[in-house]
């Protein structure tokens, strides 16, 4: 109770495309249904009909109705849907409508880049800085990173590398995760060489593979190097011995930076990874090719030899911890990826993980197995295309059904009825595992829920939010970071445009969401404030999911 949600009247604030869905979701507490109005931007009535009374919705606790404007296709701008004396935020119908949110999704990478100044010609003035981590004082740089005391006596070059999220460590399960979305959304779709604003955007190769090869780089150097005790295992991450406060610039980061120990875990995101680098840029760049599938063999004989290193939980001082005791489903991802990339029948008996209703996340690789085994079934035995197609359709349905059966057009519905930590980013994840099931069927109906999805992330919820930065008439802007920290300081930019807010968090994991959710809907803990950073953050892994969400609705 308490806070402002502006008009019951959710739409998509970014719009419609012409030829997709379009539907509104209304909280009212009628239980007959209501007329709505379509208008135009002269507030000229376009079209018009009345609703389904879609009834109580669990996650939100609203009484909903959805109206269906589906059969309208012009195009234009600023229309507005009003039911009753409540009017909608205005929204297009557009042809072009995910153009630039697709560009602004990937964007977020080179923004986010470490040791190299973000240049204003591709940045923009707002978003240009100078390298961070380089080792130029205050700064004690990335590029001799010693191991925490105690755990190993050696120093690591692990320059490059995305910031993670708010703060500015480098952690291997998330950042290869993410890696890997933006790869496979090459692998899915080829896209080209001048798609960014980024510096190498007119070096020859498509812009997607040089910004995921930034983060390559960084996951690469994280192995432990030959001759030492754990050769071939990777740290799990590295970062400030303490949380430095917000803001702070990279260049001005004063804390001293360490690796932390190697995990089976961290070295299974590599093999994982690694192969499909391998696959992938060996038409770009066969060099890099090989580095990457040397590193990624090396990894899975390493964690043959240590399948139980798990990095601890409670080591989440200056750091996020990423802890996960069970490693079986990095096994089998990064199996499969390494089959493909190699046809080695010894990996494929290490394919032993399913795609399940849960999805999957930096910590849950089950569904990759599969998702990998369908993006290049001509590599894999045909009964396991024909199984991992099956069980990624049924898990597909279970999503679209989710989609249909709420209030608002979630394809996330948690069995325990709690939202997750970052659950826009289960959201965009569970519409890519909608948007493949489409690309193996053609079905129309896992289109159009793919585009619902959209729907929610873009204003259709129980918050009248949009989730992402710079696009929709209440977007979030306020989001948990120490670089775009426009909140704390004026002086600074928000978040830049296409920047994915993680979104309702159950746990309220933070005080501020504490104090003001409590007792709060799943779908209400949200608060887009700066200190919110267990609803309100943002993440490599979840705008890498945006991407390539956003990439399919623009295609
Ligand atoms: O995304 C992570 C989420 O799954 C965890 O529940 C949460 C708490 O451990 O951590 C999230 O990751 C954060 C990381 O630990 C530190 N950098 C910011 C990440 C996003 O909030």
């Known amino acids: 109770g308490g806070h402002d949600y502006g008009s019951p009247v959710r739409v998509n604030q970014l719009g419609y495309l012409p030829s997709g869905p379009k539907q509104a979701s209304i909280v009212d507490p009628a239980t007959r249904p209501l007329r709505w109005q379509l208008r135009d931007n002269t507030g000229k009535v376009v079209d018009g009909g009345r ?23 012009r195009s234009g701008r600023g229309y507005t849907l009003a039911v009753g004396a409540a009017v909608s935020e205005p929204f297009d119908i557009a042809e072009n409508l995910y153009d630039s949110l697709r560009r602004d999704a990937l964007e977020y990478f080179y923004l986010n880049q470490s040791g190299i100044p973000i240049d204003a010609r591709y940045a923009g003035p707002a978003y240009a800085r100078p390298a961070g981590h380089i080792g130029v004082a205050p700064n004690k740089g990335d590029t001799s990173v010693p191991c925490l005391p105690g755990t190993c006596d050696y120093s690591l070059d692990v320059s490059f590398g995305w910031y993670d999220a708010g703060d500015q460590g480098k952690y291997v399960v998330n950042g290869a995760l993410a890696a890997w979305q933006l790869m496979d959304m090459q692998e899915r779709q080829r896209s080209g060489d001048g798609l960014l604003s980024v510096p190498e955007n007119h070096n020859g190769v498509p812009d997607v593979l040089d910004e995921s090869r930034w983060e390559m780089e960084f996951l690469l150097r994280m192995q432990v190097p030959a001759g030492q005790e754990l050769a071939g295992m990777v740290h799990h991450k590295i970062h400030d011995l303490a949380w430095t406060p917000l803001p702070t610039m990279p260049q001005d980061d004063p804390q001293p930076r360490y690796l932390h120990a190697p995990s089976t875990a961290a070295t299974l995101n590599l093999a994982a990874v690694g192969a499909q680098c391998a696959r992938v840029w060996a038409k770009w760049d066969k060099a890099f090719a090989q580095r990457c599938l040397t590193a990624a063999k090396t990894a899975w004989q390493a964690a043959l030899a240590h399948p139980a290193i798990y990095a601890p939980a409670d080591d989440s001082v200056g750091g996020g911890a990423y802890a996960d005791t069970d490693v079986s489903d990095e096994f089998s991802w990064a ?6 990339t190699t046809g080695d029948r010894t990996y494929l008996s290490h394919l032993t993980a399913e795609i399940t209703p849960d999805g999957f996340s930096w910590r849950d690789t089950a569904a990759l197995t599969d998702l990998t085994i369908v993006r290049l079934p001509w590599r894999f035995p045909p009964d396991r295309v024909f199984k991992a197609r099956a069980r990624i359709l049924k898990v597909a349905d279970e999503y679209v059904a989710n989609v249909r059966s709420q209030g608002y057009p979630n394809p996330y519905r948690p069995s325990d009825g709690r939202y997750v930590w970052g659950s826009n980013s289960a959201t965009a994840n569970n519409a890519l595992i909608i948007a493949t099931a489409y690309d193996l069927t053609g079905r129309p109906g896992y289109r159009d829920a793919v585009l619902e999805s959209m729907d929610y992330l873009l204003g259709r919820n129980a918050v009248n939010q949009s989730y992402i930065t710079g696009y929709g008439e209440r977007a979030s802007h306020n989001q948990h970071n120490r670089i775009f920290a426009h909140e704390l300081n004026p002086a600074l930019p928000t978040p830049p445009p296409g920047s994915l807010a993680g979104g309702p968090n159950s746990g309220l994991d933070d005080p501020v969401a504490q104090q003001n959710l409590p007792g709060c809907a799943p779908a209400k803990c949200y608060l887009d404030e700066i200190d919110s950073y267990s609803t309100n953050e943002v993440a490599i892994n979840w705008n890498s999911a945006l991407a390539w969400i956003t990439a399919f609705a623009d295609a």
């Open 51 to 73: 609703t389904r009374v879609q009834g109580d919705d669990a996650m939100s606790g609203d009484h909903v109705h959805i109206a269906d404007f589906s059969t309208f296709r």
């Open 335 to 340: 199996a499969a990826e390494l089959y493909a």
